[in-house]
């Protein structure tokens, strides 16, 4: 056996030890105390030269503890010593990509959840991207975090489309990133992708999906079509239209107003709103209208 393999085992069974002995000495102060403990990855790396994947196990439990301890027993749940533990673990292990993705839903999460530092946390995966360049499950943890906890659109979407070209990656990334540039405006650029994924689809699923979604964006802009006849009218009227109807009776509209399914879009005249109808095979409960781009 060699001494390293010897070290490792030592400082295994010792970090139960000097866990209890650091709980014990901590207390109530514990978190203040805490910062003085901790040293950085490199100084890690220096002390345990070889066994820094070790080294990175105990201080991701470390983590792992001080989450829940601060989660179920912090009084003011700062989190505090959060990151910079966090660092230390995947300085010393860049590849340990459960510590960038459960790290960073510690501090995205909103407090008291989590520390409710969602720009911390997108900024721990995108450095997990970067020392894990072929990990396509990083890149769509990024975008994930970066659409829903920083309401990115655009980014998150950039961010899939790098993670659909690294090797093994599945296909439906691209998917994801043209439904999320669909919501956030960019409808052109949403039906650039969602047609050439129809036209590489054969016959199925895949290809019936995106047919759906190049309607759906069909649907955006007729809709916007319809409220800015809509405004028009009531900007002439000084009143909103009673009916889409009355729009062709004014001149304003010469085609059905229709989805691209054929069926009638809904309308409320107190709001002068437009919009797809529930009856439509394209509605879905966030079937609004949004503007056009």
Known sequence: MTWVRLAALVC????????????????RYRTTEEILYLWSGEDVRKLFPGLEGLMADVYWIRTVQYFGGQRAFGKDKKFEVLEPLIDITVTLDPRFEIAYRYGATFLAEPWPVGAGRPEQGVRLLERGARAN??????????????????????RAARVLLEGARLPGAPPWLETLAADMLGRSGDRETARTLWRRMFEQAEEGPLRQNARRHLEFLEADDRIAALQARARLFQERRGRNPESLDELRAAG??????????????????????VSLSPGSRLWRPDSQPRPKS
């Open 252 to 273: 304003l509209l010469s085609g059905p107003a229709v989805d691209p399914t054929g069926v009638p879009f809904a309308y409320d005249s107190k709001s002068g709103t």
């Open 133 to 154: 360049p072929s990990s396509w499950f990083i890149y769509q943890n990024l975008a994930f975090f970066t659409y829903y906890y920083l309401n990115d659109a655009q």
């Open 12 to 27: 295994a069974a010792l970090v139960p030890v000097l866990q209890m002995r650091i709980d014990a000495t901590l207390g």
